[in-house]
């Protein structure tokens, strides 16, 4: 019994000292919606909701497909971004930094198709976060992921069609 009694304070420690695993899982947001509106109400609202939400779209979108971005400044809240480790480039090893994103940007891309009597919404977002690496200076952009305020923001002025 004397024997134990240190193995499990040991094993106590060493679970208290390990690292924390990931944090729970973060559901994806909604990118989908099923309107009663049709196709060219839901495209303009759609349209609209994203020019008030500060973005810049393209002006040759086609009916039923809308593109649009934010290259700088994008609000921090729509993404997760995580904080990297820069490396000197120069080849001295023993320096690096944590850094956080400086900008962010994201592109959408929504397909606004009919369903008969239903029109169907589907959104597609890239998030990036604009890094700077403090040894060169140079800007460089990273992937990060949604945290689903756009999400909400932009499909809520698409009225989703009621349960079948």
């Not at 040991?10 to 973060?26: D, T, V």
């Not at 490396?87 to 592109?107: A, I, M």
């Not at 949604?146 to 002025?157: F, K, P, Y």
Request: proline fraction near 8%; glycine fraction near 6%; aromatic fraction near 4%.
């Amino acid at each position: 019994m004397r024997h134990i009694l240190p193995m499990v304070a040991g094993l106590l420690l060493l679970a208290a000292c390990a690292p924390a695993g990931p944090g729970p899982a973060r559901p994806d947001p909604a990118r989908a919606q099923v309107t009663m509106q049709d196709v060219p109400s839901t495209q303009a609202a759609l349209e609209a909701r994203l020019r008030e939400l500060g973005f810049m779209l393209e002006p040759d979108s086609q009916q039923g497909m809308i593109r649009a971005g934010i290259l700088t400044g994008a609000p921090a809240e729509w993404f997760i971004c995580d904080t990297i480790r820069v490396e000197d480039s120069s080849g001295d090893s023993s320096r690096s930094r944590l850094v956080d994103p400086e900008d962010h940007k994201t592109l959408v891309q929504i397909r606004v198709t009919s369903l008969g009597t239903q029109t169907n919404v589907d959104m597609k977002t890239n998030y990036y976060g604009v890094y700077r690496d403090r040894f060169d200076n140079n800007l460089f952009d990273r992937n990060c992921v949604a945290s689903g305020a756009l999400e909400q923001a932009v499909l809520s002025v698409v009225t989703p069609s009621p349960p079948a």
